[in-house]
T-cell receptor, first 112, second 111 residues
Framework: SAVISQKPSRDICQRGTSLTIQCQVDSQVTMMFWYRQQPGQSLTLIATANQGSEATYESGFVIDKFPISRPNLTFSTLTVSNMSPEDSSIYLC?????????FGPGTRLTVT | SQKIEQNSEALNIQEGKTATLTCNYTNYSPAYLQWYRQDPGRGPVFLLLIRENEKEKRKERLKVTFDTTLKQSLFHITASQPADSATYLCALADSNYQLIWGAGTKLIIKP
């Protein structure tokens, strides 16, 4: 198993600003995943972050809007840039192991 | 593309009874299917994984079935308790072993 922490746990931001979310894992992992979960909806994968290479983004998500860093095997950041109210959501980071996924507690973002 | 359907309405069950949640998918049978529990303000927590060649999997009071003919998985909690109240998510692996998620069903166990 893996223990994942995220910072901040929640934030209220003004439109047009950016927020960087941090994700720390207690063990070294190759891939880290960033998800978005909007109220009442399913988890949507934003991107997969591999250490030492560019993140792979899913359809509908672009690097300019959601830049990701992966400086080492235990840490990643996701930035939500130029925010609008539509970006209000819960952002989750995750790692995989043995076919299952482990999630952080999430960052609840509200954009006003 | 693959779609997953879970009942969007909350399921209310009396304590002690068996709760049964449904996960339906539309296209190809996935290599495996997973169930997660999510509590408010927390990330999902893995519960069970069932592979396409398995019909049933059990873990304590939990049981998952996988019917590739019906394209359906059922998730059962026996002897349900108020502490089992949560949202339960179904996820299946696509051909690239990437997970596709259902929106979840909220389960409420009444004392």
């Amino acid at each position: 198993s893996a223990v994942i922490s995220q910072k901040p746990s929640r934030d209220i931001c003004q439109r047009g600003t950016s927020l960087t979310i941090q994700c720390q894992v207690d063990s070294q992992v190759t891939m880290m995943f960033w998800y978005r979960q909007q109220p009442g909806q399913s988890l949507t994968l934003i991107a997969t972050a591999n250490q030492g290479s560019e993140a792979t983004y899913e359809s509908g998500f672009v690097i300019d809007k959601f830049p990701i860093s992966r400086p080492n095997l235990t840490f990643s950041t996701l930035t939500v840039s130029n925010m609008s109210p539509e970006d209000s959501s819960i952002y989750l980071c995750s790692v995989a192991g043995g076919g299952e996924q482990y999630f952080g507690p999430g960052t609840r973002l509200t954009v006003t | 593309s693959q779609k997953i359907e879970q009942n969007s309405e909350a399921l209310n069950i009396q304590e002690g009874k068996t709760a049964t949640l449904t996960c339906n998918y539309t296209n190809y049978s996935p290599a495996y299917l997973q169930w997660y529990r999510q509590d408010p303000g927390r990330g999902p927590v893995f519960l069970l994984l069932i592979r396409e060649n398995e019909k049933e999997k059990r873990k304590e009071r939990l049981k998952v079935t996988f019917d590739t003919t019906l394209k359906q998985s059922l998730f059962h909690i026996t002897a349900s308790q108020p502490a089992d109240s949560a949202t339960y998510l179904c996820a299946l692996a696509d051909s690239n072993y990437q997970l596709i998620w259902g929106a979840g069903t909220k389960l409420i166990i009444k004392p």
